[in-house]
């Protein structure tokens, strides 16, 4: 979705070219083509998964992962995930199963919301339990990592964290992410930060109350999180060069917060207020 550098925004198409570094195709698999076409894979042996994911159901690269597992599979070319840690860690999970009409792009799969495995343990469930499209299986291989254990988060890891999109610029990101994302494609009328320099961690808009708002949401004692208020301008995006207040999102403690649970909080509290 961001494309091969990481420089192409959210839900911009991604086109084929030609990479200036080495000269190789890169076919894009957001754009006119999502599932990679017998044309693409004529001239490899093994297709090899090798991206960053945050852990979340809505990020697409594990949307395009089963889908490039179904190419595989119809092309009979290996498949190889050379698999990463969840930025989550491997025991948070939140959210309900994806209903059999809600299906698309941003949730492929049957799987929570926050689903707490690798992408390579995603890959075997898919592949073990016959989730892709029509129960096809590919010949697929893991390359697990080493040192790794359910219990880290990406920050624990000791790895170097590169940004998985542009808004995805630290390793904590992923924790914001589903705190705010679902809210953030409501109809722009809420800033979630995406725009300002604390992407998905605030809710804003030119009508809020920061205070009001902040000792509202305080005053439900969600575990692990805290609501301070927030003034700013956003450069971009929803209520770009406006005066906005709300309520910036502190976690206190990841494991605890209900993260996916927030921006249905903050819902219900703009409704009220």
């Known amino acids: 979705e961001h494309g091969v550098r990481g420089d192409v925004h959210a839900g911009d198409h991604v086109s084929d070219l030609k990479d200036a ?3 190789l195709p890169v076919y894009s698999l957001y754009g006119k083509t999502r599932k990679a076409t017998p044309d693409m894979l004529k001239d490899i042996d093994v297709l090899v998964y090798d991206i960053q994911d945050i852990g979340c159901r ?5 949307s395009t992962m089963g889908l490039a597992m179904e190419a595989a599979a119809e092309n009979g070319k290996e498949f190889i995930v050379l698999d990463r840690p969840n930025p989550l860690g491997g025991l948070k999970i939140e959210g309900n199963l994806t209903e059999g009409d809600c299906t698309s792009f941003v949730s492929q799969f049957k799987i929570p919301y926050l689903y707490g495995l690798t992408c ?4 075997l469930l898919l592949n073990g339990e016959r989730m892709l499209r029509g129960g096809v299986q590919c010949q697929l291989q893991v390359v697990k ?3 790794w ?12 964290w590169v940004p998985s999109s542009p808004h995805i610029p630290h390793a904590h990101s992923a924790f914001f992410y589903p705190v705010s994302g679902i809210l953030g494609e409501l109809g722009g009328y809420v800033s979630i ?3 300002y320099t604390i992407p998905f961690q605030m809710f804003g808009a030119t009508w809020m109350d920061a205070h009001v708002l902040a000792k509202h ?3 439900l004692h969600l575990p692990g999180v805290e609501f301070r208020p927030i003034y700013l301008k956003p450069f971009y995006g929803p209520g770009k060069g406006e005066q906005l207040q709300g309520v910036q999102v502190h976690l206190t403690n990841v494991q605890a917060a209900p993260l996916a649970e927030i921006q249905f909080r903050v819902m219900e509290a703009i409704a009220e207020l």
């Not at 390579?120 to 890959?123: F, I, Q, V």
């Not at 254990?149 to 170097?160: A, E, V, W």
């Open 149 to 160: 254990k359910r219990k880290m988060d990406y920050t624990q890891t000791g790895l170097q």
């Open 193 to 195: 930060g995406v725009g």
């Open 145 to 147: 990592m080493k040192g």
């Open 120 to 123: 390579g343990e995603l890959a």
């Open 58 to 62: 809505s990020f697409t690269y594990i």
């Open 217 to 219: 949401l305080n005053a």
């Open 21 to 23: 570094t080495t000269g």
